[in-house]
């Protein structure tokens, strides 16, 4: 069994009573998960509340996991996201553990698709389900009992999660060779410590080459409409105290001429086996402009487990599209504010548009509006410089020369270099 907490040690996480949360003791960022095996419940940093407040979210049932936990972004990121999902698969398995043993992983299965439809662009969701699903159906075909498929189950998800902290380490320790002093970094939406379990993606690099001397100056994008960039971004980095520069998303190629922006560097959704790379909406827009000035470095930094060597091409790759309500939610509150200070009269409109003439067509009719709200894009491999993972840097068109079994390989190599033993259920 994997010792998470010696796991957490060795990291340099420290439990912090008053949040409830694991934080770093030097770049005093959070640990977006846990799990407490004492009380059996899932913990996550509650990013729906940050920037305005510091706390924890918990749950002992799979489904609220799935729904608020996953989907409504209390949990958010690829890698964190499947971290979660490891451990709401846990929550599943003991609450079907008195079920015989077909009927347990039946509905084992469908509490995996059910988790699996919250956030179906995020490959690592899928990824961790999988792996608790496999390591389930093997330990039943071992011991035939309905018990040792659960602890199979624990097994996983801590495997899971101490895997990804040890290999966010090996990203930090491969990415912070192209951080240099003086550099000018823009970055996007939260790819960062917050959206793998600790220290992963792009700003984790970053946040530990600051507090290890490097001169860094922050461009963070306002990523709306959630806003990730203006609340999570600029949140997790000031806890690093590292300079930041707000910017909106219509700003980039004024920051680049007015900052000097002279790197990219951006978190991962999902790498196709062509190199192309879905990451939230907008990113594709910045690796476009990094083009046109020619002197701008474009990196991508992700987890290993990202990389979907099924998907052949960045088109094949599913794009979710979110509530509209993401959108007109500041309008609404814009509008409350100024009839609350008599800027216009109780008889206006509540919101804008008004439902009655916003339509869920593809194209708009008459007199109809259609709000499009995608999560992701899509940037093509001629666009970028490097993907930076936890497993080596590639070139995007390497990523095609690699298979399952190397990259396993390389996990499997790292963990145990670290002293983390690839569980025996697992490997087989």
């Known amino acids: ?99 015989k043993k077909d009927v347990f992983m039946k509905k084992l299965r469908e509490a995996a698709d059910f988790l699996n439809s919250t956030r179906p662009t995020a490959s690592p969701l899928k990824w961790a389900t999988d792996l608790c699903l496999k390591t389930a159906e093997k330990s039943l075909n071992k011991s035939g009992k309905v018990e040792e498929a659960v602890e199979g189950v624990r097994e996983a998800a801590d495997y899971f999660l101490a895997a990804d902290l040890i290999l966010s380490w090996y990203l930090r320790q491969d990415g912070k060779q192209y951080i240099e002093d003086g550099d000018v970094i823009m970055t996007h ?25 490097k001169d860094i100056v922050m461009v963070s994008k306002e990523t709306r409409p959630r806003s990730q960039g203006y609340k999570l971004t600029v949140w997790e980095l000031n806890r690093a105290q590292m300079p930041i520069i707000i910017v909106t998303d219509n700003m980039i190629s004024s920051s680049f001429e007015r900052f000097g922006v002279n790197k990219v560097l951006l978190g991962v959704d999902r790498v196709a086996r062509d190199g192309s790379v879905a990451n939230k909406i907008g990113s594709a827009d910045i690796a476009r402009i990094a083009a046109l000035y020619g002197n701008v470095d474009f990196y991508y930094a992700t987890s290993y487990s990202t990389i979907d060597l099924e998907t052949k091409k960045g088109s094949e790759i599913p794009i979710e599209e979110r509530s509209i309500d993401e959108v007109t939610y500041l309008y609404k509150l814009e509008a409350e504010d100024k009839r609350k200070n ?70 499997n190599e790292r963990l145990e270099k670290q002293g983390i033993k690839v569980p025996e259920i697992v490997r087989e």
């Open 1 to 99: 069994m994997v010792d998470i907490q010696k796991v957490f040690k060795k990291i340099g996480l420290e439990f912090d009573p008053e949040s409830g949360a694991y934080v770093h003791n030097k770049t005093n960022i959070p640990l977006t998960v846990h799990y407490e095996p004492e009380e059996e419940t899932l913990v996550l940093l509650d990013q729906t509340k940050l920037p305005y407040e510091f706390t924890v979210w918990k749950t002992k049932d799979y489904r609220e996991a799935g729904i608020p936990g996953i989907k409504g972004m209390i949990v958010r990121g690829s890698q964190a996201i499947g971290c979660a999902a490891g451990y709401g698969m846990l929550l599943a398995a003991l609450e079907f553990k008195k079920e």
């Open 342 to 411: 008599k800027i216009i009269s109780e008889k206006s409109l509540k919101e804008w548009p008004p439902r009655n003439i916003i339509t869920n067509k593809r194209i708009p009719g008459k007199g109809e509006i259609v709000i499009y709200n995608p999560a992701f894009d899509v940037t093509p491999p001629k666009l970028i410089d490097l993907i930076i993972t936890d497993i080596g840097v590639y070139a995007p068109h390497q990523i095609k020369t690699l298979t399952n079994e190397k990259m396993n390989q390389i996990v």
């Open 189 to 213: 939406c939260n790819g960062g410590s917050m959206s793998s379990s600790y220290g992963g993606h792009a700003l984790g690099m970053l946040e530990e080459a600051y507090v290890e001397g």
